[in-house]
């Protein structure tokens, strides 16, 4: 940066970075997409490296990195800090400029994000500037850049000053100011609820069938009852579920996540409820089960219709009890565990037919919440477009956008695999496409494909829509069906390419793993 007649003036990268951040902030992507392109852009031209933006988290404000261009998920998972702690923490807490030219002799630089040992052996310097919105600050931007050079700290703090600027727009703009930050929603009297949450955990929509699930959700977020998730395959349950946790009292504790339906039937009890060493061939170690592990916080139980009767009689003990015992222990392990359950199938039915307990549906059943399927939200299907094109055009580093009469296309169909099935076929489309844009014409190829795929049924069983692999279907689980007699090669090739894994086997295949063991055994293929 040079200084002429006491006025800056820009070098090429500077307007470079300030033009192209200037055009994110109108941007209808999600702020994710904006942030992470104008923290690239820095490090890119201007050398800024490392960049992170750091937001309170709502009622303890405590400073954490909500994007990041350059750091590990591990590295972004550390940075958190009290207000006030380290430089950052003093930023937030001051509002004025944090600038270390020497990390290695600052003591007040906490190197908790990023270890030392990554950074470039020579000096390295630490910038952190204020995010401001109309004079409250609502977050920090960060940044390291070596120490000689010949760029000026000063050129480096004017323009990181103007890019927190433009993040604040974009956070503003985005509805994440509210969520993100004490202030702002002590100046809104706006309470943080699960209709605000939706979008961050990937809930996308304004559709009243979405919002109204979202509403439902608000009434027990703070209970210990236990919530039902119905809805077909690929409406997003555990984004759900997940987003359920975030705003209940238990949103500081774990959250974690299992699928009945993944988990080989000998296993299941194990994960559940953990062993103890030496309960079984294999166990050389004691292991908490899930249970254990979500004590104080969520359990969320996929496809729960694929338990068997032994397995949802001890399940009902530990929701009665709220006990657990391991596998081959004797002792109680009291928990204390939310549980979110989700299925696709009709359990009334499976109640009426005799393979799921009545007592322990009625125990899980005490507050159902339905998802709407994509095709009763279609209002909702170009925002979800352009939420999926910004995490492909991330994932892939790609930079394409949507062409004319996309939208168009994407709302005129029926979607039987619902969200993920949209999501596949956004990211498809940003592989596929040879220029800037997603065309018409490539969308009508992409969708003429998909339509060759046959999705049994809406009420869940369809197969999510994917890009199959060597005789896979596209996605998802098939609903149950007669065994073919002829289909026995099919299946033990399907063994033989996944190294005699029937769990990864069953996936290539479209199957649970115990629909292909049932396959198996019928066709005396088991041994």
Avoid at 5 to 34: F, I, T
Avoid at 412 to 419: F, L, R
Wanted: glycine share 8%; aromatic share 4%; net charge negative.
């Amino acid at each position: 940066m040079n200084r002429g007649n006491g006025h800056c003036v820009q070098s090429d990268s500077e307007m470079l970075v300030l033009r192209e951040a200037s055009k994110l902030v109108g941007h209808s992507h999600p702020p994710g997409y904006a942030i992470d392109r104008i923290l690239r852009l820095l490090s890119e031209l201007l050398g800024l490296n490392r960049g992170r933006v750091l937001l309170p988290e709502p009622e303890t404000a405590t400073l954490r990195i909500q994007f990041a261009y350059g750091l590990t998920p591990q590295e972004r998972a550390r940075g958190v800090y009290g207000r006030g702690e380290g430089i950052t923490g003093q930023v937030m807490e001051t509002s004025q400029v944090g600038l270390v030219q020497d990390i290695d002799n600052e003591p007040g630089y906490l190197r908790r994000a990023v270890d030392r040992s990554i950074l470039p052996p020579e000096t390295v310097a630490y910038i952190a500037v204020p995010i401001l919105l109309e004079e409250e600050v609502v977050g920090v931007l960060a940044v390291h850049r070596l120490r000689h050079r010949e760029r000026p700290f000063r050129a480096d703090l004017n323009i990181l000053e103007i890019v927190a600027t433009l993040i604040a727009q974009i956070l503003r703009l985005h509805h994440l100011i509210s969520e993100s930050t004490i202030e702002l929603a002590a100046e809104t009297a706006v309470e943080p609820s699960v209709d605000d949450t939706g979008a961050e955990h990937g809930l996308i929509g304004t559709s009243r069938a979405l919002r109204k699930a979202l509403r439902q959700a608000r009434h027990v977020a703070n209970t210990r009852a236990t919530v039902m998730l119905l809805g077909e395959t690929g409406t997003g349950k555990e984004k759900f579920a997940r987003m359920l946790h975030a705003a209940s009292n238990r949103r500081d504790q774990a959250f974690v996540a299992l699928n009945c339906a993944a988990i080989p039937e000998e296993l299941l009890e194990s994960e559940l409820f953990g062993h103890e060493k030496g309960a079984f061939s294999g166990a050389v170690a004691t292991k908490r089960g899930k249970f254990e592990l979500a004590d104080g916080g969520t359990l969320f139980l996929d496809e729960l219709a694929e338990l068997d009767l032994d397995m949802q009689s001890k399940l009902l003990r530990v929701l009665e009890e709220r006990v657990v015992h391991r596998v081959g222990g004797t002792r109680d392990i009291p928990v204390d565990v939310r549980i979110v359950t989700a299925t696709h199938q009709d359990l009334a039915a499976a109640v009426n037919g005799g393979t799921f307990r009545l007592d322990l549906y009625y125990r899980l059943n005490v507050f159902p919440v339905h998802l709407p399927p994509l095709r009763e939200r279609t209002e909702d299907i170009p925002a979800l477009a352009r939420h999926f094109l910004a995490s492909a055009n991330a994932e892939f580093d790609r930079e394409v956008e949507l062409g004319q009469g996309v939208l168009d296309r994407l709302a005129s169909q029926s979607w039987p695999g619902n969200v993920r099935q949209l999501e596949n076929l956004i990211h498809r489309a940003a592989l596929m496409a040879e220029g800037p844009l997603i065309s018409a014409r490539l969308m009508d190829t992409i969708l003429a494909e998909e339509s060759r795929i046959h999705h049994t049924g809406t009420s869940g069983d369809a197969a999510q829509a994917g890009s199959p692999g060597p005789g896979q279907t596209a996605g998802g689980v098939r609903p149950y069906a007669r065994v073919d007699p002829n289909e026995g090669a099919r299946l033990l090739a399907a063994v033989r390419q996944c190294g005699g894994n029937k769990t990864q086997a069953a996936l290539m295949l479209g199957l649970t793993p115990r629909q292909l063991r049932y396959r198996l055994e019928k066709l005396g293929l088991e041994a």
